[in-house]
Nanobody, 124 residues
Framework: QVQLVESGGGLVQAGGSLRLSCALS????????VGWFRQAPGKGRAFVAA????????KYADSVKGRFTISRDNAKNTVYLQMNSLKPEDTAVYYCAADNSALVQTTSPHYDYWGQGTQVTVSS
């Protein structure tokens, strides 16, 4: 069983930045690809970004390309989501998820483990 814990959410003004962290409790961190998803009020869970277990491949939703960067630190068992130029429409609960596929997954059913989420609120 893998546990994921997100942190780093909060309230920020439009144009600001936040860095989310996703810590995995596992001795085999390097076998897991990790994705970030978000869910705004009244909406479904949407893909944001994902990184392959090797760290060599990343994918982003069109809405965040050029503003968000996903990265991983295998020594710390942690994946990061650096969010810059935040917009009010980025307001949502952000979830990280892990799967042990070699491919970078962009849809939630592929992920086996999920964190509890962290709230990000961007004020205009």
């Amino acid at each position: 069983q893998v546990q994921l814990v997100e942190s780093g959410g909060g309230l920020v003004q439009a144009g600001g930045s936040l860095r989310l962290s996703c810590a995995l409790s596992t001795r085999t961190f390097s076998i897991y690809g990790v994705g970030w998803f978000r869910q705004a009020p009244g909406k479904g869970r949407a893909f944001v970004a994902a990184i392959a277990r090797s760290g060599s491949t990343t994918k982003y939703a069109d809405s965040v390309k050029g503003r968000f960067t996903i990265s991983r630190d295998n020594a710390k068992n942690t994946v990061y989501l650096q969010m810059n130029s935040l917009k009010p429409e980025d307001t949502a609960v952000y979830y990280c998820a892990a799967d042990n596929s070699a491919l970078v997954q962009t849809t939630s059913p592929h992920y086996d483990y999920w964190g509890q989420g962290t709230q990000v609120t961007v004020s205009s």
